[in-house]
């Protein structure tokens, strides 16, 4: 017997699961002539339903995070952000950005930034900063510094660490700039490291400094060190790329532009190469090294430390 009621469904299957639509349920008309009719058009109640996939678990499996991250960094960053409040280490008044000339053109200024940075390795901030101070009294352009002889490079730059084999360097690059780049510096990663002395940490200032584009984190040694005593890395790493590809895994970039300086000048002050301060340091408590470093050091350091610190 005919249904009384015009009731049709359908089953389509989506990428998630099947979708079920269903038609309201409306009661058959009859015309004039006795023949019954279905109805044209009315508005149909649809409902979606998704079947629930079953997915089987495998037993005994612990599900880790998709994402690995230190679980003190918060508390410890936001430490660090407190010590550091009043931004008074070296690192802040003689940054590559600070002794470079802001009122230069941008390409003498993004140069200039380059120069400071190939100078700074291995070298204070105070040497860098004063052999900064006496190229641009010399005249701190591309043009200027390929006219300039080997000697007297040499001895604008001095003391700088490895100072004659930064003079080929800079000569080599300045060429290089002059012939390839317009005058101008690379304004990618990849080309600043094919600049005769110049590796990822530096390119990676040069892109935030003279750029102003953060692409990755600039790990010196002192990034290096600390990620690594406060425990930002998953297992120690040896070399500051290495430290560098682990922040970016977990660090939000939110704190990128920031941390490099943040973390230099920390070392500079408290986490110390040698004899880090930890009984002043706020994460003594939740720093696995300073858990255990709680005492005032000996004042007496030996050669070996004085010469480590000098050089970081
Ligand atoms: S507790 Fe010591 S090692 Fe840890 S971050 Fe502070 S100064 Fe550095």
Known sequence: MESPYFNKRTTRSSGIGKVKVENEQ????????????????????????YEETMVEQPQNVKQEPSVWEPPMWREQLKN????????????DSMGCDVISDTLASPEVYRYQVLLSLMLSSQTKDQITSAAMEKLREHGCSIDNILQTSDKVLGELIYPVGFWKKKVEYIKRT?????????????????????????????????????WNQIVG????????????????????????????????????????????????????????????????????????????????????????????????
């Open 26 to 49: 409306l009661p058959l008309k009859k015309s004039a002539n006795g023949t019954t009719q279905k109805p044209f058009s009315r508005k149909r109640k649809v409902e979606v339903k």
């Open 80 to 91: 660090i952000y407190s010590m550091r409040k009043f931004r008074n280490a070296a690192v």
């Open 174 to 210: 300045s060429k290089i700039l002059q012939e390839e780049y317009n005058g101008d510096i690379p304004d990618t990663v990849e080309k600043l490291c094919k600049l005769p002395g110049v590796g990822p940490k530096m390119a990676y200032l040069v892109m935030k400094c003279a």
């Open 217 to 312: 984190i600039g790990v010196d040694t002192h990034v290096h060190r600390i990620s690594n005593r406060l425990g930002w890395v998953k297992k120690p790493t040896k070399q500051p790329e290495d430290t560098r590809k682990e922040l970016q895994d977990w660090l939000p970039r939110e704190y990128w532009r920031d941390i490099d300086e943040l973390l230099v000048g920390f070392g500079q002050q408290t986490c110390l190469p040698v004899g880090p301060k930890c009984y002043e340091c706020l994460n003594k408590e939740i720093c696995p090294v300073g858990k255990s470093n709680k005492k005032m050091p000996s004042s007496k350091k030996t050669k070996k430390e004085e010469m480590k610190e000098e050089t970081e």
